[in-house]
Each structure stands twice: as structure tokens, then as C-alpha cells.
């Protein structure tokens, strides 16, 4: 079935109208008329299930058949820290994250970044990042938008890991002396009895980590995890440790 995200100004009590952007695409691109039905997705994690009524050549109108609520993303939620990588690599891993559930995704600069300092991130790519999360969230039929912090400087991740109970972090690192993250997993259920609420996963970009990043990871209790031998690329390194830890943590159903 066909989804589309909605902004809930939209709704109208038994009612849909689209306008704009979202007209476009639903009734332009997508070649959608009077009698389609398909099914409109809100921030409050609602899906109503519509029949188009009315089309014009600006605007549309589909009243509302049914009303369900999506599930909300169960705990722990999963957060990717990602240094920011090549922007098609960033793109790539926006939808992916979207599809598999991650919660938030923080951009962060370290010595390795493709680049290092927030102007060199324009507006139209931030508009990009939102309008891929918002497309592989209709795909999806997700109930939330995955989240986009702004990117802040390394030195701030300290102030996002370890802060609540329950909360943990590993980072992907290709250097000596790591766990698996069978090993892992294992070590922080054994030390969280109690459960856990958030898993945050940081990754480098495609030179990875410095020596000094490395040690500043493991002053915050951070733990190197390793997921073989082979050097994997970014976005396989996030898609492959997301996936580990959603069968793990039992985050499938």
C-alpha cells in the first residue's frame, strides 16, 4: 500500500487536504486521482487510510475510512554519532537508518571528517537530509521521523553518552584490542540487570579514528568494538552494528 507523509494542519476532522509539495508529489509524481486510496502518516505516529474525493490542478481533498495507530520505536532506542562522511555516504545511510528504526542520528567534526566546520554544510543539504528521512519514512511506514541533530564538535559527545541511567555506547573501531560485539552485548546486559534505554553508536567517517579520539572514547567508558577482521566501509559499519544490536535486543518485532 502506498504511504505519505502529512503535516497534522492537514487534517480537517473526516478529512485530508494536500497542497503544495505534498500535492505534488502525491497527485504528480505519483499519478494518484480521485477514487486512489492510500494511507497518510503523522507526527503523532497516526495513519489514516483515505479515499481521494476532489482533485484540482492545485490542491486535492480524500476523506478519512479508517484511523490506527503505528507502534512507537521500542526501547533501547538506537542513536548513530556519525563523524560526517562523504555526502552521497551520508545520504545512503539517512534512509537506511530510517528503515531500520534508529532513533536520532548526531552528525559530529573530528580530525577525520570529510569536512570540519557547520558552514561547509549548506541549507540545501540539510533539506535534503529532511526530505530523504521523510520519503524512507512513508516507505517505511514508520510513526516518527527519525531525528537530525545539528553537528556539534567532538569535544561535545561527552555530553550526549553515559549521561542517564540505562543509557550505553560502544564505538566501531578497526585498531587492536577491541571486543566483538558478541562480547559486547554480552558485557552490557550482564552490567545493566535493569535494562537498557538507549544504545548509542558512534562511527567514524572513512579515515576513521585518531589516536587521540580513540583514548578520548575510552576516558568516557566508551568501549572499541570490532565486527571482524575486514575493514568495512561507513555505511556498512553503521547498517551491520545497527542490524547486530536490533536482533540482539530483540527490537525485530
Known amino acids: 500500500m502506498r504511504r505519505y507523509w502529512i503535516e497534522k494542519k492537514d487534517l480537517f476532522q473526516d478529512q485530508v487536504n494536500f497542497t503544495g509539495d505534498v500535492f505534488h508529489h502525491i497527485f504528480d509524481v505519483c499519478r494518484q486521482e480521485v477514487g486512489s486510496k492510500f494511507e497518510v502518516l503523522t507526527e503523532d505516529s497516526k495513519a489514516f487510510f483515505v479515499e481521494v474525493t476532489q482533485v484540482t490542478k492545485k490542491s486535492a481533498i480524500a476523506r478519512i475510512l479508517e484511523e490506527r495507530m503505528i507502534p512507537p520505536l ?39 571528517s570529510f569536512v570540519r566546520k557547520g558552514e561547509k554544510i549548506s541549507e540545501n543539504k540539510v533539506e535534503r537530509w529532511d526530505k530523504i528521512v521523510r520519503s524512507a519514512t512513508q516507505q517505511s511506514g514508520r510513526g516518527d521521523l527519525m531525528k537530525i541533530q545539528a553537528p556539534i564538535p567532538f569535544e561535545k559527545i561527552s555530553d ?94
Open 160 to 253: 550526549l553518552i553515559n549521561q542517564k541511567p540505562g543509557s550505553v555506547g560502544l564505538f566501531a573501531y578497526e585498531g587492536p584490542s577491541t571486543l566483538s560485539i558478541k562480547d559486547y552485548i554480552t558485557k552490557v546486559k550482564s552490567e545493566h540487570p535493569q535494562g537498557i534505554k538507549d544504545l548509542w553508536i558512534i562511527v567514524g567517517s572513512e579515515g576513521g579514528f585518531s589516536h587521540k579520539e580513540v583514548e578520548e572514547f575510552q576516558k568516557l567508558g566508551l568501549h572499541p568494538v570490532t565486527l571482524g577482521p575486514q575493514v568495512l566501509r561507513v555505511e556498512t559499519a553503521c547498517m551491520a552494528l545497527v542490524s547486530v544490536l536490533k536482533y540482539d535486543f530483540d527490537l525485530m518485532c
Open 74 to 112: 521500542k526501547e533501547p532506542h538506537v542513536h548513530l554519532v556519525l563523524s560526517i562522511s562523504r555526502f552521497p555516504v551520508m545520504d545512503a545511510i539517512m534512509e537506511k537508518a530510517v528503515e531500520l528504526g534508529v532513533k536520532s542520528i548526531q552528525p559530529f567534526f573530528s580530525e577525520f
